[in-house]
């Protein structure tokens, strides 16, 4: 039997309830002679159940089946802010600006906001929390053309929704593009997700209502395991 039909069959036995969280899980040992093939495979199998964030090690008890958390449903094209959907589904939340600092723009994102080479770009950095874990990034690029104070008030953002309000720039979300892939070594420790955990990647369009042109460009990355996406018609 070959380490990835072994692999295969464990994540079906974890996503079926085969194993509880309490009790520990097969010794290396044991699966060797089970499916007859070597220590080291089934080492290798542990390893990458490890990264697909199924199971822990602790030193000198084994390996342990992780708690999954229950995956939080949300709409696949978002009509409200993130605190309003946690709000809606009754889930603490939190949210933290991690980072702010003014950015060179790229010719893509000053073709895509109509900017001139004098106006400054500024990148928001929010982390979004859920029962204290992290579970979204989400990156804002604002301008002082748009925004004249944004160098000052930029560190004090958590919400941009609220902040698009507060100056008459109520603006509504286009998405451009929503693509799935496996997280960077930088979104790894940013959002605490093992290597082979995937994360969706969103990229958006802040629309000013009153005038419909282009405030703002965001980019928000989901933990995979956390959320499922909702089709509505």
């Known amino acids: 039997m070959t380490y990835l039909t072994i692999l295969d069959e464990l994540v079906q036995r974890i996503e079926k309830g085969g194993f509880k969280p309490q009790e520990p899980l097969p010794s290396e040992n044991m699966l ?32 342990w089946l992780k708690i999954q958390k229950q995956k939080i449903k949300t709409p696949a094209r978002w009509g409200r802010s993130f605190q309003s959907e946690m709000e809606a589904l009754s889930l603490p939340h939190e949210t933290q600006n991690i980072d702010f600092e003014e950015v060179p723009g790229d010719s893509r994102l000053m073709a895509a906001l109509g900017l001139s080479p004098r106006n400054r770009v500024y990148r928001i950095t929010r982390l979004r929390l859920v029962d204290k874990e992290p579970v979204a990034a989400h990156i ?48 790894q420790a940013l959002l605490k997700c093992p290597s082979l955990v995937p994360v969706m990647k969103m990229e958006t369009f802040f629309i000013k209502k009153a005038d419909r042109t282009t405030i703002g460009y965001g980019e928000v990355v989901f933990r995979g395991d956390r959320f499922v996406q909702q089709i509505q018609p």
């Open 32 to 63: 060797s002679q089970k499916y007859q093939v070597t220590r080291h495979c089934i080492r290798k199998v542990y390893e990458r159940l490890s990264e697909m964030g199924y199971i822990k090690t602790e030193q000198g008890k084994g390996r």
């Open 140 to 187: 804002t690029y604002l301008t002082d053309r748009d925004f004249p104070l944004i160098a000052e008030e930029g560190p004090g953002i958590h919400s941009i929704t609220e902040y698009l309000e507060s100056k008459n720039c109520a603006a509504t979300v286009t998405t451009l593009e929503m693509a799935t892939r496996l997280p960077t070594l930088k979104e």
